[in-house]
């Protein structure tokens, strides 16, 4: 498996009850930082975390938060924190995960780099600590199925596809359509959920095996290359996964 840094990460508490609920979540993430208004500092008098108390406007901390983490768990009201993060939005491949805890510690919402940035996986490592439910809207992870675009990025996989054919083998793979998946490289530790692979994702080992009519997309991972004439053939149905080459 690839050793990945550590994500930086920053709750940020505005009220007396969010400084509340951050300071309870602080305790079991002492790597995390803090960032309050200096009002609710006394809050986490005794937090072993970094902490930042400010004087002046929260939407004056904006772009440093941006600019400093990878995650951002805000005990903020989710339209104050849509209206506050606006002017800093560039895109889903540079912007940190953005989560929301409402001020009672029973939601926590990914609003931002859910799935690529990986807010939907720390939003529920957060619900799991808080006793909270995690709301995820991405199609993937409601459904329990493939990520195509980040699948085996933990193992260092890179993906190699037209923008297009992500999007478009992502619809086939979340609306339930006949899938091939070919491992001929990797580690087979690429499924991580908790359960089991979907019925319309079938496995093969090599290319050559896959009835290609029967599908609706093909996910493959090799080290082989592919020609131009076999992306032609198969138009917007191919994602293809580089691994690591063995030592």
């Given amino acids: 498996m690839i050793n990945q840094p550590a994500p930086r990460v920053c709750l940020v508490a505005i009220t007396k009850h969010g400084a509340a609920q951050a300071a309870r979540l602080a305790a079991d993430l002492p790597e995390a930082d803090i960032c309050t208004s200096a009002k609710f500092a006394a809050t986490f008098a005794e937090a072993s975390n970094t902490v ?101 990025r933990h193992l260092g996989w890179k993906v190699e596809a037209p923008k297009i054919n992500i999007t478009r083998v992502s619809a086939h793979v979340v609306n339930g359509e006949p899938i091939a998946f070919v491992q001929e490289a990797g580690s087979p530790d690429w499924w991580t959920r908790p359960t089991p692979l979907p019925e319309n994702i079938h496995r093969f080992t090599s290319f050559d095996e896959v009835p290609l009519d029967r599908y609706a997309a093909l996910l493959w991972v090799t080290h082989a290359d592919v020609p131009a004439e076999r992306w032609t053939a198969l138009t917007e149905r191919l994602v293809v996964y580089r691994p690591p080459q063995e030592a």
Avoid: M
């Avoid at 995650?71 to 924190?81: D, H, K, Y």
């Avoid at 919402?109 to 720390?122: D, K, Y």
């Avoid at 600590?129 to 459904?143: K, R």
């Fill in 52 to 152: 930042r108390a400010y004087d002046g406007a929260l939407r004056d901390e904006i772009g440093p938060l941006f600019a400093g983490y990878d995650q951002i768990i805000f005990f903020v009201s989710l339209g104050a924190v849509v209206r506050l993060i606006a002017p800093h939005l560039r895109s889903k491949d540079e912007d940190p995960g953005i989560i929301v805890v409402d001020d009672a510690g029973q939601y926590v919402i990914p609003v931002l780099s859910g799935h690529v940035g990986g807010a939907n996986e720390w939003s529920e490592r957060v619900a799991d600590l808080l006793g909270a439910a995690p709301v995820l809207t991405t199609a993937s992870d409601v459904g329990r199925t493939i990520p195509v675009d980040i699948l085996g």
